[in-house]
């Protein structure tokens, strides 16, 4: 076992973490924080998407010795105050979450986006969701969702 101290959801949590966990084990079986999702395990899905120093990264490839001293955003992280981020609330009014599996995914590669990008195009919202699989949808509502948090973000 290794110590590392993890900044998560702007807190510092000291871990002991084996030479292979990765970040998604540690945050779902360590520091409890489930609302990341365990889809594949293999870097394909984008159920495990958490930001990493502002960028969305797939939790299951990371290792999280490697991680000492980045600022990881879960989706539990988000909210403020204890309030839906606008994010959430555009994927709730927009239809957007159907299951509900990969929408914690999603919703955290809309907010490294948008973060970035505050007024993207269609074009450039597929392309930062090209990463995140969903089964449910055709995606067209989750690009609707996207498209309605950016503009209410823009208002603020």
Same mark, same amino acid.
């Given at each position: ?8 959801? $702007?807190? *510092? ?14 945050? @779902? ?5 489930? /609302?990341?999702?365990? $889809? ?5 899905? $984008? ?32 909210? @403020? $105050? /204890? ?11 927009? /239809? ?8 914690? /995914? ?8 948008? *973060? ?18 969903? @089964? ?21």
């Amino acid at each position: 076992m290794e110590s590392v101290t993890l900044n998560v959801n $702007g807190k *510092d949590c000291p871990v002991q973490v084996e030479k292979n966990w990765t970040l998604l084990y540690v945050l @779902r079986e360590v520091l409890d924080l489930t /609302g990341t999702k365990c $889809g594949c395990s293999t870097n394909d899905c $984008g159920a495990c998407r958490v930001l990493v120093d502002g960028e969305a990264k797939n939790s299951c490839c990371l290792l999280a010795r490697n991680l000492q001293g980045c600022r990881i955003v879960t989706i539990e992280g988000i909210a @403020r $105050g /204890g309030e839906l981020h606008p994010i959430q609330k555009a994927f709730i009014e927009a /239809g957007a979450v159907q299951c509900g599996f990969c929408t914690p /995914g999603m919703i955290i590669s809309t907010k490294g986006l948008l *973060d970035q990008n505050p007024d993207p195009t269609e074009e450039e919202i597929r392309k930062a969701l090209e990463h995140n699989l969903c @089964r449910c949808t055709g995606y067209v509502k989750i690009v609707e969702a996207v498209q309605l948090a950016a503009k209410r973000l823009r208002e603020e």
